[in-house]
């Protein structure tokens, strides 16, 4: 199974920015799609953003025009820039991965086989 290792979560003021980073390694097969989500106590998780088979990007409305997120194909990694930050964004980050899922699903955590550990995001008004 890949293993997904995300870094880069801290305590920020609001406005702030903050580059999150998840690591992939073991069996990936290509195409695979990686995301972003995220979990604020009390809520359930919410797509934050995905690179869907190695190609563009998409948002979850909350995010869009402040998080953009990025992969490196050859190391493996994606990262999440994330600018303009507000106190609702605060959050365990969670990296995701797969190679099986379809674009119609792109947005349904079920549909991912992957998980890290997540990354603690809190920010500060």
């Known amino acids: 199974q890949v293993h997904l290792v995300e870094s880069g979560g801290e305590s920020v003021r609001t406005g702030d920015s903050l580059r999150l980073a998840c690591a992939a390694s073991?069996?990936?097969?290509?195409?695979?799609?990686m995301a972003w989500f995220r979990q604020a106590p009390g809520k359930e998780r919410e797509f934050v953003s995905a690179?869907?088979?190695?190609?563009?990007?998409y948002y979850g409305d909350s995010v869009k025009g402040r998080f953009t997120m990025s992969g490196d194909k050859v190391e493996y990694k994606v990262y999440l820039q994330m600018t303009s930050l507000r106190p609702d964004d605060t959050a365990v980050y969670y990296c995701?991965?797969?190679?099986?899922?379809?674009?119609?699903?792109?947005?349904?955590?079920?549909?991912?086989?992957?998980w890290g550990q997540g990354t603690q995001v809190i920010v500060s008004s």
């Open positions: 995701a991965a797969s190679s099986t899922l379809i674009l119609s699903t792109l947005r349904s955590q079920s549909a991912y086989g992957s």
């Open positions: 073991g069996p990936i097969s290509r195409p695979y799609t």
């Open positions: 690179i869907f088979r190695g190609g563009r990007a």
